[in-house]
């Protein structure tokens, strides 16, 4: 069985304009062009009990709520903070599928508490940007992201196999990931109104009534959704970090617990078969003050050995009297000349 989550951060582009402008924080505020034509990308959370949300015109947004402030999207700052959360997920999985640039689904399998991953990653996501995500955690991405939504802002919300059931039998139609407005007419006017409704339905009816996608909702009634989490990203680097329940002070210790970081970050390598020329090691200290060292070598390493006498060296060039060390990672980067498919890539990426 799968472990998935999916993080969605909370009023995004609105989110972060509050948060840099002091002045915005507790007002209702909308991100988008208050001209004619204008629409709300997003509306902060106290706009919203006034109906004011994304797609809404901007002069309607107004009526609605006079006392409105509209802000101009600044895209340069919400795609930094969307490198910096996605830098956040890959530290868990390499199966990190952006929808957007402020939701990810993730898959976790691997790890014993996909519950634990989502709330570090929760309050990662707060120390980093000092912004709220939400996190809903499943056993698919449709639950998944449903999840995600159900308990915003700042919400987490798991749905364990055994209570996938009788979850999706009360969850109005109009909540399942996929289903908009339009399908969600459609089936009502069906006098399908929640999964349990869905579920009436046999596969061939439902592709007779809403074609290919009839097969999709007939696994939806039923808590199931197939799809792979597909990373669709051109990796850069890659590398590992793990934070000391007790800081340590003395060099055996950080060389021992180095080992461990670089014992990962090579199973990684290979099982990605990714190859990189630069080792980076960042050190974290007991007071949070964080410094990386780097080599680069000149021929891309292949061997676990090259790491380790690299990864050794850069541990000991670095002083480490009188502090104690709270976190050491791992990263190798800088793989040679990208081809002509990744650097295409890469452009849609950046334009998500
Ligand atoms: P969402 O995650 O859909 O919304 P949100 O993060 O603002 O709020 P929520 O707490 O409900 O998740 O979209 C992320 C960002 O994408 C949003 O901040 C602005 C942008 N956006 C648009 O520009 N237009 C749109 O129609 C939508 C839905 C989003
Ligand atoms: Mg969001």
């Known amino acids: 069985m799968r472990k998935i989550i999916h993080i969605d951060m909370d009023a995004f582009f609105a989110a972060v304009e509050q948060r840099d402008n002091p002045s915005l ?27 004011v949300r994304s797609a809404l015109p901007s002069v309607t947004a107004k009526r609605l709520c006079p006392e409105l402030i509209f802000v101009e999207p ?17 530290q868990y999985t390499d199966l990190v599928e952006p929808l957007s640039l402020d939701e990810a689904f993730l898959d976790v399998s691997h790890h014993p508490s996909a519950t634990i991953v989502a709330q570090e990653i929760k309050r990662k996501i707060f120390e980093t940007t000092s912004l709220t995500a939400s996190a809903g955690v499943s056993t698919n991405k449709m639950l998944a992201k449903i999840a995600s939504d159900y308990r915003k802002p700042d919400g987490l919300f798991v749905i364990p196999p055994e209570d996938i059931e009788s ?36 596969r061939e009816a439902l592709i007779r009534e809403f074609g290919k996608a009839g097969e999709l909702y007939y696994g939806y009634a039923r808590g199931e959704d197939r799809r792979e989490v597909t990373p669709n990203r051109v990796r850069k680097s890659l590398g ?37 020329k630069t080792v980076v ?11 990386t060292r780097s080599k680069t070598l000149l021929t891309v390493i292949e061997s676990y050995d090259t790491l380790q006498t690299v990864s050794n060296e850069l541990l000991e060039s670095i002083n480490l009297e009188n502090q104690k060390v709270r976190l050491l990672g791992l990263t190798i980067g800088n793989t040679p000349e990208p081809c002509a498919e990744s650097i295409q890539l890469q452009f849609d990426f950046d334009n998500l």
Do not use: C
Not at 179 to 202: C, F, N, P, Q, Y
Not at 281 to 291: A, C, E, M, N, Y
């Open 25 to 51: 924080r507790g007002r209702a505020i909308a991100v988008g062009h208050n001209g004619r034509r204008g629409v709300v990308s997003t509306a902060s959370y106290e706009a919203r009990p006034f109906g």
């Open 74 to 90: 600044r895209f340069e700052a919400y795609k930094a903070v969307s490198e910096q959360i996605r830098a956040i997920f890959h």
């Open 167 to 202: 979850f999706v039998a009360q969850l109005p139609i109009e909540k399942f990931f996929g289903i908009g407005e339009v399908t969600a007419a459609k089936m009502h006017r069906l006098g399908i109104r929640t999964g349990a409704d869905l579920r009436e339905w046999s």
């Open 240 to 276: 590992a970090e793990i934070t000391f329940i007790d800081d340590i002070d003395n060099f055996a210790d950080l060389l021992e617990e180095l080992a461990a970081v670089r014992d990962e970050v090579w199973s990684r390598v290979k099982r990605h078969e990714f190859y990189g």
């Open 281 to 291: 090691l960042k050190v974290k200290f007991s007071d949070f003050h964080q410094i």
